[in-house]
């Protein structure tokens, strides 16, 4: 029996090198200096700027969700109870109609402008750049010779800057 490898003898294998390259082993590492560092600390300010925007965004819109939303429990809870009151009354049925249709719009209305996803959406924003803040923080705390490398560090909070601010741009 032929074995699958030795059918196709024009096949190669070719294992990568796992040593490292000439590349890396000529780089030299960027060290922090002051011009790294202040910019670490105007990110930090920038994100201090976009966090409480977000907040009170976030509370607005949940302040309108309970706004349209607690009516619509209230009201047919207030027409059950009181019910067997307001059937004595002449225009019950005008008035029960005009409770759950006043009931429908808020629904619908709560619905229509999604303000729980919108308190949701900028809740997670505000705590992304916190969560941002104190990774910079964090950062700034270490000694510089702790630090990673400042090349790739940089890079790598700005890519993360940059992604934060487009997610939270279309909120």
């Given at each position: 029996?032929?074995?699958?490898?030795?059918?196709?003898?024009d096949?190669?294998i070719?294992?990568?090198?796992?040593?490292?390259s000439?590349?890396d082993?000529l780089?030299?590492?960027v060290?922090?200096?002051?011009k790294n560092?202040?910019?670490?600390?105007?990110?930090?300010?920038?994100?201090n700027?976009?966090i409480?925007?977000?907040?009170l965004?976030s509370k607005k819109?949940?302040?309108l969700?309970?706004?349209?939303?607690?009516?619509?429990v209230?009201?047919?809870?207030?027409?059950?109870?009181?019910?067997?009151?307001?059937?004595?009354c002449k225009y019950a049925?005008?008035?029960?109609?005009?409770l759950?249709l006043?009931?429908?719009?808020?629904?619908?209305?709560?619905i229509?402008?999604?303000f729980?996803k919108k308190?949701?959406?900028?809740?997670n924003?505000?705590?992304l750049?916190?969560?941002?803040?104190?990774?910079l923080?964090?950062?700034?705390?270490?000694?510089?010779r702790?630090?990673?490398?400042?090349?790739?560090?940089?890079?790598?909070?700005?890519m993360?800057?940059?992604?934060?601010?487009?997610a939270?741009?279309?909120?």
């Amino acid at each position: 029996m032929i074995s699958p490898i030795e059918a196709e003898p024009d096949v190669e294998i070719s294992v990568m090198n796992r040593s490292a390259s000439s590349a890396d082993i000529l780089r030299n590492e960027v060290l922090w200096d002051e011009k790294n560092e202040n910019q670490l600390l105007k990110w930090q300010k920038d994100i201090n700027e976009r966090i409480s925007p977000h907040i009170l965004k976030s509370k607005k819109y949940k302040f309108l969700y309970h706004l349209f939303v607690l009516p619509t429990v209230i009201i047919p809870l207030f027409v059950g109870v009181l019910s067997t009151y307001i059937n004595q009354c002449k225009y019950a049925s005008a008035i029960i109609a005009v409770l759950m249709l006043l009931n429908a719009i808020l629904s619908a209305s709560a619905i229509f402008f999604k303000f729980n996803k919108k308190d949701v959406d900028h809740s997670n924003a505000a705590c992304l750049y916190d969560k941002m803040k104190l990774d910079l923080e964090h950062l700034l705390c270490l000694h510089k010779r702790d630090r990673p490398a400042a090349d790739v560090t940089m890079l790598e909070y700005k890519m993360k800057l940059q992604r934060l601010h487009h997610a939270s741009s279309s909120i």
